[in-house]
């Protein structure tokens, strides 16, 4: 099989997101707003520093997913409008 093929064929994550979505459907109201926020001023809010809290909440996801997710290079790219 070639790479092309391969990718062609890798299949995505089940419902259309990433991990960081699926994390956030599970928050509460509050925390999803806190999220959404830190999502928006990324200066202010890195990658790590938000891995980092939402590993310390109990979540496991790495910096590299929510670099992803922002950059909209991840599953649910084109499922809302844009990354969050």
Do not use: Q
């Not at 092309?4 to 925390?31: F, Q, W, Y």
């Not at 999803?32 to 890195?46: G, P, S, V, Y």
């Amino acid at each position: 099989m070639s790479l092309a093929d391969a990718l062609n064929e890798t299949p995505g994550r089940s419902g259309g997101k990433c991990i960081l979505m699926h994390i956030r459907d599970t928050l509460s109201e509050v925390d999803r707003a806190t999220l959404d926020k830190w999502n928006e001023d990324t200066r202010a809010f890195t990658a790590p520093k938000v891995a980092k809290a939402l590993r310390a909440s109990g979540h496991t996801i790495s910096a590299s997913s929510i670099r992803n997710h922002r950059a909209g290079d991840c599953p649910c790219y084109g499922v809302h409008d844009g990354p969050r």
